[in-house]
């Protein structure tokens, strides 16, 4: 009884780390949300994230640095659970602070660069034990 309860398990674990494998991440959007009083500045952070799969999988983390114009703007990291149903796409957005002088220093060079930025998501998304690498970049004019 006990090994045929070892060995569901082993298989439904292992069918999960295979079918978290095609999850497809994809970095939409950053967009800053106002601040207020002293508080630091606050950045949303849009995903597509899309299962594929006949099997209902979590996403136990997201982690990654965000570039912007090619320089750090800020390490971002989300421990929530995010349950993605079979066959299903969800959209989630993570919000991170960043420095004021990183602020600063990425306002300039857009005003530089006459309003166009390249933001870069590079980082990994964890999912059934199997870590996801994503790194895309967007650009906005």
């Known amino acids: ?3 045929t309860a070892g060995v569901i398990f082993a298989v439904s674990t292992y069918g999960k780390s295979e079918a978290a494998k095609n999850l497809k991440v994809l970095f939409q959007d950053l967009k800053f949300e106002k601040a207020t009083g002293y508080n630091l500045p606050v950045m949303a952070l849009n995903f597509k994230i899309i299962n594929p799969t006949s099997s209902p999988l979590k996403i136990s ?3 990654g640095d965000l570039f912007v114009n090619g320089k750090l703007l800020s390490t971002v990291s989300q421990l929530n659970a995010v349950n993605i ?3 299903n796409t969800t959209f989630y957005t993570l919000r991170a602070e960043t420095s004021i002088t990183a602020a600063v220093s990425n306002l300039l060079s857009l005003i530089k ?3 166009k930025i ?3 998501f590079e980082g990994v998304v964890n999912s059934s034990g199997f870590s996801i690498p994503v790194s895309q970049t967007i650009i906005k004019m």
Do not use: E, K, V
Request: no cysteine; proline share 7%; net charge positive.
């Open 118 to 120: 390249t933001i870069t």
């Open 61 to 63: 983390s997201i982690a």
């Open 113 to 115: 660069n006459r309003g």
């Open 85 to 87: 149903p079979a066959n």
């Open 1 to 3: 009884m006990l090994l």
